[in-house]
């Protein structure tokens, strides 16, 4: 899963960088997106990215231009913007995941002991 998580981080980066929201939409997406499966990605993520990735397919290309630019293309500014946003929640999502699989782990542990000069001696 770092994996996804790193590639949503690109993709969160280049959001958050200069330009217009649909160039930056554009190459968000066809960066570090586009070549994920939504079976690759955990349950939780699977709707979101499915109806990210619908939105990003959802017009025909013209003149080889692709379908995800063809689709950013005709977005409206709020439009991109939603999208933008969807990316960055679904980057939340997986941390949190990524967080939650941690934290399960450290429970099954077993702890490790004080080290011995941590401790305070019980007579002083």
Do not use: W
């Amino acid at each position: 899963m770092t994996n996804h998580v790193d590639r949503f981080y690109a993709a969160v980066s280049v959001l958050a960088g200069d330009g217009h929201i649909k160039q930056r939409l554009t190459d968000a997406y066809t960066g570090y997106i586009a070549g994920l499966h939504g079976s690759d990605l955990p349950a939780a993520v699977q709707d979101g990215f499915s109806d990210l990735r619908r939105r990003m397919h959802s017009v025909a290309p013209l003149n080889g231009e692709g379908p995800i630019r063809a689709s950013v293309r005709k977005m409206s500014g709020q439009d991109a913007a939603e999208c933008s946003l969807v990316i960055l929640a679904l980057y939340t999502e997986l941390l949190r995941q990524g967080t939650k699989n941690r934290r399960g782990a450290n429970r099954e542990e077993v702890a490790d002991p004080v080290p011995p000069f941590l401790v305070k001696s019980a007579s002083a």
